[in-house]
DNA sequence: GACAAAAACGAACGTTCGTACTATTTTGTC
DNA sequence: GACAAAATAGTACGAACGTTCGTTTTTGTC
């Protein structure tokens, strides 16, 4: 429990706000309606923020953090290399199925919603892209360092289509009701790893 | 020439409006500012449509309309099979590099903005969304009959990677400005099409 | 060129947006 | 429990939203 009061608050605006963003946007997301979810104040919401763009900027950093712990953390626990890189597709895949942000992946929709809008918030959601992306990138380059993958693969190469892979599965998945979205996904990534497998 | 003064305007109307709503999002796309860039009224422009609802409908039909015709249509030119196949792929990198819609795939960010929310655009969307795979899968299942890729393959499983490749494509092109998105994308369409391919 | 029909306009509606103020309540500290 | 500080509420604002309506202009036909 956090030392203030207004800490706690910030919060569960945040985690409320990352929901309603990842269905409605983060343009979409309004300070009125948040406010009415909440079951306070307009302006008493207004004042943790003291722009609409902080508040974005701010759901987003909250969005990140989700992102880290439910996909990222867990697949640390997996031995560096093959098995580790294998371990985030899985939890990629997974964190789309089980639901974590309840319009779908809250930075492929951020990414397509903001990809034609210079500004801060853009900016901050690009820097997190990449971000997202060294560390698959970096994933791949351990796995290949290893030994457990050909040692002539291209990170950025690789990365790219997995990433790819992801972005298509929430897309077939949330948009088209493709069920066997998650699976299909989950079967390109293992042939493109297996072929790649060394030893 | 069109017969009729009042479908010309719309159609200029929905060109433009296309073109906006590729940057801004269907959401974002305001009758108000779209008015004002045309240099017209907002209840001269209201009159032609008479919502919002059918206006971002109308504008859907179009950027079909003009998918079709800048991906689609071309690669139809290709003889039926492997070719063709290729072509449409090939047509699709290129119309992101074209830059057929200002803000990038209409499509693909129209998916994701609407896939949280119910309602008749979505449906509209997602009926389009259906179409196109389903020609990619067309286009796959005749490569397969011609003979010239393997008579093993999923024509969905492949479209659905395929489909994913060009979103990821989209997606590092626009937000995170990889100029070499293109060609990676190009690259593991290739490749994973020459492993197929028989004959 | 007359004249009905179609198209575009201008002004206003009620609502909601983000934001700015001031007041009130709640909190944490001594 | 007093009291300053922090958090929340209340009210109001100008602007923009989608929409309505009556008027004016433009169009196509005879």
Redesign the pocket.
Known sequence: ML????????QSILEHAVDLASLEGLQG?????L?EQL?????????????????QLAVVEAAAERYIREIFNPALEAPRGYERLMAICRSWLSYVHRGVFPGGCFFAAASFEFDGRPGVVRDTIRGLMDDWIGALERAIRMARDEGHIDPGVDPAQLAFELNALFFGANFAYHLRHDEQALERAQRAVESRLEALRMG
Do not use: D, N, P
């Open positions: 030392a203030v009061k207004g800490e706690r608050t910030r997301l309004t300070i009125g309606k406010a079951g306070m104040s307009k302006s008493g919401l207004f004042a943790h923020f003291g722009s609409k763009e902080e508040l």
